[in-house]
């Protein structure tokens, strides 16, 4: 954990939609070795494991799985990208895009927009935000536009140690 | 890879709207181990990391990572849960939802339903299926419900052997 998720922790009541997080650590590096990796306990496909047979699919070399950098995502997420005082949760996601593929080396980083901000009825310890999360490469281009829907604490909640 | 992918390979002229897909081999075991491991690497939060400290959160108890399942559920998929000419390539996603947590030793299969089978106008060798795999655990209750839109080679493809 970062000294920014434990100096900097939001509830629903600071969101607001417009507001943008960024993560401001070490990006990711998604490096050819932990692409096969994660690929061949995931994702075991031709354009996932090897820079040879990559060549000739789809992809035209090797690229992550779209799930290798959902999963890099929420961590960069969780290690400060987005600092929510219960954590990320997500309830649910709508929309995940992958405009380009991950190559090897590529080191991401990520950008959250809060949409909308909805404190829930029946739970008044909490509420949704909705949140666009864009991951980027090194040259700054999305390689994954994600809305997920969040479960956020509320000032007044019990689960939450201030 | 199973026999099952290499004896039934799906293009895009094979699917239609209602036809359904089941994994058929060995469920996927979300033991507490690997729940941990997924987590330590990638979305380290506590609901996903100790039984203990889980019994206090939001999850209250050791719960997998929703990556973590969507991660176990593209394994199935590849390995013939969905048996695809080309492979497993989502364009985009368009809703994941998680409607009750995985716990440890829970055992996970899927089963796909075709939505919705489009050509592509500008590119003949391949078109969009829309799908929604439901990744379901040992008491048959889903987990994960998730709709993709898929990239499919259509029969005339020069990228597919035969």
Redesign the interface.
């Known amino acids: ?1 970062t000294t920014q998720t434990l100096t900097r922790k939001l509830y629903l009541d600071d969101l607001q939609p417009g507001q943008i997080y960024r993560s401001e650590g070490e990006p990711v590096t998604m490096d050819s070795e932990s692409i096969k990796a ?1 690929a061949r ?7 996932h494991l090897d820079e040879g047979t990559a060549a ?3 992809f035209k070399g090797l690229a992550a ?4 950098t ?3 995502t ?2 960069l997420l ?2 400060g990208g987005l600092p929510l005082a ?13 405009p380009r593929p991950v190559r090897p080396d590529d080191r991401l980083r990520v950008e959250s927009e809060v949409l909308e901000v909805r404190p829930s009825r029946s739970r008044p310890e909490q509420g949704i935000a909705r949140v666009r999360t864009t991951t980027l490469n090194q040259n700054d281009e999305p390689v994954q536009i994600m809305t997920s829907h969040l ?1 956020v604490q509320r000032k007044l909640s019990p ?1 939450i140690q201030k």
């Open positions: 954990m994660f306990q995931f994702d075991p496909q031709p354009f000739n699919t789809f799985s779209g799930w290798h959902a999963a890099a929420m961590r969780v290690e219960g954590g990320i949760i997500g309830a649910s996601v709508e929309e995940v895009r992958w479960v689960l």
